[in-house]
């Protein structure tokens, strides 16, 4: 029982910094990084903010270096 009313507890503390977590778009392709998606086909799990990733990530779409992102906007 307690093991479940902390991982309630940690869910609860994790869903506000999740959706402060900012979107980031490719500016060769416009892909956009969603945090709450992550990039499963490279490892990279849902709710993982772009901070997170690997700075040896690449787009999925293009191929673009990590450093070839910027934030926007929530849309």
Do not use: N
Not at 25 to 36: F, G, I, K, L, S
């Amino acid at each position: 029982m307690r093991f479940a009313a902390a991982a309630s507890g940690i869910a609860a503390m994790v869903a506000p910094l999740m959706s402060r977590s900012r979107k980031y778009r490719c500016t060769v392709c416009a892909h956009v990084y969603d945090p709450a998606e992550g990039d499963p086909d490279s490892g990279i799990a849902p709710g993982t903010p772009f901070e997170a990733i690997p700075d040896d990530w690449c787009c999925p779409d293009c191929g673009a270096s990590k450093a070839d992102f910027e934030p926007i906007d929530d849309e």
